[in-house]
């Protein structure tokens, strides 16, 4: 079981209708690596940080077992940064600034120990750079998933098709799946994508409304879970990312009926996150609670039909 994560390491600062966060801790491969932990442990973490990145927060991933070999921290340099406000309806947001700071000039490099890994997560980031990760491993991986936003579709879109065109798995949510395919309807879409942009499998987020997993002609659904407080959606998308490829990882099988487990796994994890400011909830959840969970979900869509006739 061996697992590789790229992407962002950063400060956030947050608004939502509720409250407002400083610059805390996050970043795409903050949230994948918190969230993969669960289930892989000696996840191979590749990211980049500038010297205003706490330590502590390094050490934390490291106590779970994350390497950090491959994150390199540039001195005199700042990290990513990037500021959101969420609207009232706590499922869209602007972005208010996108700093790249030190991610401008990120050159991955691929420690000796990583070679050889079986699954990779492709989190958030430059396009450009996920395409020269999945270049510099020496063994072509097992499954590749990739996750992006609308901000890399507006500056860098010919890069983000070239990378979309060598990984297994997309994950998206539904207006960035509309935006990459010119298309409303998020089956013609989800077509679009796995018949001409190369991914033979698909992830629609959907926020609060679930996500939609799409195979050639299936399609598995998993809800949300309902939740009474919503503190804070950041890092939703990238701890269910996370969660998901994790437990692909640590379960190694790549079929449809266990891909449909690992998006409850990752749904599961997505609701811990949201109930807290940044990655802290993710910190703190227990193997008992994470099951707990898991079956609230199973409880959530589980029901007995019989047709009338
Ligand atoms: P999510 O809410 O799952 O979409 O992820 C939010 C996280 O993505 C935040 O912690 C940000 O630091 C990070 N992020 C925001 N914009 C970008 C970007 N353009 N590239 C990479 N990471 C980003």
């Known amino acids: 079981m061996s697992l590789l994560v790229v992407g962002t390491m950063a400060f956030d600062a947050i608004e939502t209708p509720f409250g407002k966060s400083d610059k805390i801790v996050g970043g795409a491969a903050t949230y994948i690596a918190w969230a993969a932990s669960n289930f892989v442990k000696n996840i191979q973490q590749i990211a980049v940080v500038g010297e205003d990145f706490p330590k502590s927060e390094l050490d934390a991933l490291a106590a779970r077992g994350v390497q950090l070999e491959g994150v390199q921290i540039k001195e005199g340099e700042k990290s990513f940064f990037w500021s959101g406000k969420y609207h009232m309806d706590m499922n869209t947001r602007d972005t208010l600034d996108t700093q790249l700071n030190v991610l401008a000039n990120f050159d991955p490099v ?57 990984v297994d798995l997309l994950t998206v949510n539904d207006s960035e799946a509309r935006q990459l395919t010119n298309e409303y309807s998020l089956v013609k879409a989800a077509k679009k994508i796995m018949s001409e942009m190369g991914p033979k499998y698909l992830v629609i987020k959907k926020g ?45 099988d790549i079929s449809f009926e266990n891909m449909k487990r690992g998006i409850i796994y990752g749904s599961a994890l997505a609701s811990f996150c949201v109930e807290k400011f940044g990655a802290q909830r993710l910190r703190e959840i227990t193997h008992k609670e994470l099951e707990e969970r898991v079956k609230e979900f199973v409880d959530l869509v589980q029901f007995d039909i019989k047709l009338v006739n």
């Open 110 to 166: 691929i420690p000796e120990s990583y070679q050889g890994v079986e699954f990779v997560m492709l989190g958030n980031l430059t396009p450009a750079i996920q395409m020269q990760v999945l270049d510099r491993l020496t063994v072509k991986p097992k499954f590749v998933v990739m996750d992006t936003m609308n901000f890399w579709m507006e500056i860098a879109m010919d890069d983000l098709k070239k990378v979309i065109g060598k």
């Open 208 to 252: 609060e409304h679930g996500a939609l997993l799409f195979h050639e002609d299936n399609v598995f659904f998993a809800p949300a879970l309902p939740l009474e407080d919503v503190f804070d959606p950041t890092g939703a998308g990238d701890t269910f990312a996370g969660g998901f490829i994790g437990y692909l990882a640590a379960t190694k």
